[in-house]
T-cell receptor
Framework: DAGVTQSPTHLIKTRGQQVTLRCSPK?????VSWYQQALGQGPQFIFQ???????QRGNFPDRFSGHQFPNYSSELNVNALLLGDSALYLC?????????????FGDGTRLSIL | AQTVTQSQPEMSVQEAETVTLSCTYD???????LFWYKQPPSRQMILVIR??????QNATENRFSVNFQKAAKSFSLKISDSQLGDAAMYFC??????????FGPGTSLSVIP
């Protein structure tokens, strides 16, 4: 039973660059949520994708965008990177877009901005 | 809007003892769900326990149980017979049927051999 997989594991970028992070959901799941987790803090919700549409969005600027593919995998894109974007980015999958459902998380992508 | 607060940044417990982690939340919804997630040093977050707000009975999962006080908007996690593998960050979270899941800031639990 394949769990949630994220790539890459680590990434180093410089200010102003653009980055794409990828996520494959757990087998059987159709919803992907993305979170930003700064060091020592709780995950902050970025957005959620269901049926290839953005269904919910947190308090993040439109530099953060995403996409969901027909196979339910998802990408998170961040443009014009800032130092403050350095964080662990977590992908979580669930069945259905309701906040009542338990989420399964990937190992995350550690993004460092120089 | 939902909010989740965890007032204990760090906790420690002796191996085999019991520890309780605190969480308070606020929501305007009547239909909501509460979660405790564990994030070990290896980073992958896993679900520990889930509580439906409409259920009065407290959820239990083996050594893990919750004390759900709906009127007080309190949702604490009790870990019995603590083991070394319980050392991790613990996050309390709240979700509704039609809204995103909100996480608290977390409590770092250390287990002393």
């Amino acid at each position: 039973d394949a769990g949630v997989t994220q790539s890459p594991t680590h990434l180093i970028k410089t200010r102003g660059q653009q980055v794409t992070l990828r996520c494959s959901p757990k087998s059987g799941h159709d919803t992907v949520s993305w979170y930003q987790q700064a060091l020592g803090q709780g995950p902050q919700f970025i957005f959620q994708y269901y049926e290839e549409e953005e269904r919910q969005r947190g308090n993040f600027p439109d530099r953060f965008s995403g996409h969901q593919f027909p196979n339910y995998s998802s990408e998170l894109n961040v443009n014009a990177l800032l130092l403050g974007d350095s964080a662990l980015y977590l992908c979580a999958s669930s069945l259905g877009d309701r906040g009542s459902q338990p989420q399964h998380f990937g190992d995350g992508t550690r993004l460092s901005i120089l | 809007a939902q909010t989740v607060t965890q007032s204990q940044p760090e906790m420690s417990v002796q191996e085999a003892e019991t520890v309780t982690l605190s969480c308070t939340y606020d929501t305007s919804e009547s239909d909501y769900y509460l979660f405790w997630y564990k994030q070990p040093p290896s980073r992958q977050m896993i679900l520990v326990i889930r509580q439906e707000a409409y259920k009065q009975q407290n959820a239990t999962e083996n050594r893990f149980s919750v004390n759900f006080q709906k009127a007080a908007k309190s949702f604490s996690l009790k870990i019995s017979d603590s083991q070394l593998g319980d050392a991790a960050m613990y996050f309390c979270a709240s979700g509704t049927s039609y809204d995103k899941v909100i996480f608290g800031p977390g409590t770092s639990l250390s287990v002393i051999p």
